[in-house]
C-alpha cells in the first residue's frame, strides 16, 4: 500500500489517507478506522450512560432531544443506523420509518458484542420491512460501506456464487440476505445520506442504535 493510497474506514465507511509517518511507524499495519473514530471510540460517555466506552462520535441524544434539536433533511424514508464502541464490541441497531415527518413504525436491537458494519447493515435489514411491500420508499443508512455493498458489490459477488474476486465476503450472513431482500423490493431505494449533519431522523435513528448505552430512551 503506498502512502497516499486511499482506506475506507469500518466504522464510519468514509474514505480517508492515513499518515505516511504513522505507516512508517508500524510496517505492514493497515488501519481500519479513520483518525476521528479512532480517537472517538476511546472517550468517556457523558454521566448517566451505562456503558463505560463512548460510541465513536455519538451525541448520545435520547429520542426527545434529537426531535427538538434538529429540523433538517428528508421528512420521509426509512432511516437505517447501527454503532458498537468498542468496534468489536457492545453494539446496537436503529430503524425508523417516516412519512411527510410523522413516525410510522420504527424498530431497534442490540448485540453485546458485535462490530459497526454488522449492526450497520442489520438495521438495513430491519429497515425495509417497516414497508409495507409495494410501498415505493427511499432506505437511508449514513454507512457508504454498506450502501456501496449492496448497491455496488453484492450483484457481483452472488454471480460469483458469493465470493469476492479475493475471498471469502465479510459478513456473509447478513450482506446476503439483505441483498435478496432488496433485489426482490424494486419499490425501494437505497441510498446514504451524511452522519451528523443536520438530519433529523438520521439523528433519530442514531439514537435508537445508540439507546443501548443510555438508561433513557
Known sequence: MSDTTPLTCASCGQTFTPSPDLLARYPGWTPKECPRCYR?????TRSGSRDAAALAGEEQLTLAEVLDKYAGGPDSGVFTDGAASPNPGPGGW??????DGEVVAQDRGHEPHTTNNRMELTALLHGIELVPAGTPAVVYSDSNLAVRTI???AAGWAARGWRRKTGPV?????VRPLYEAVSARPELDVRWIKAHAGN??????????TAYARDQL
Open 200 to 209: 433529523r431522523w438520521n439523528e433519530y435513528a442514531d439514537s435508537l442504535a
Open 170 to 174: 465479510e459478513n456473509l450472513d447478513l
Open 151 to 153: 448497491n455496488e458489490w
Open 94 to 99: 436503529g430503524a425508523v420509518y417516516v412519512v
Open 40 to 44: 472517538g471510540g476511546r472517550t468517556r
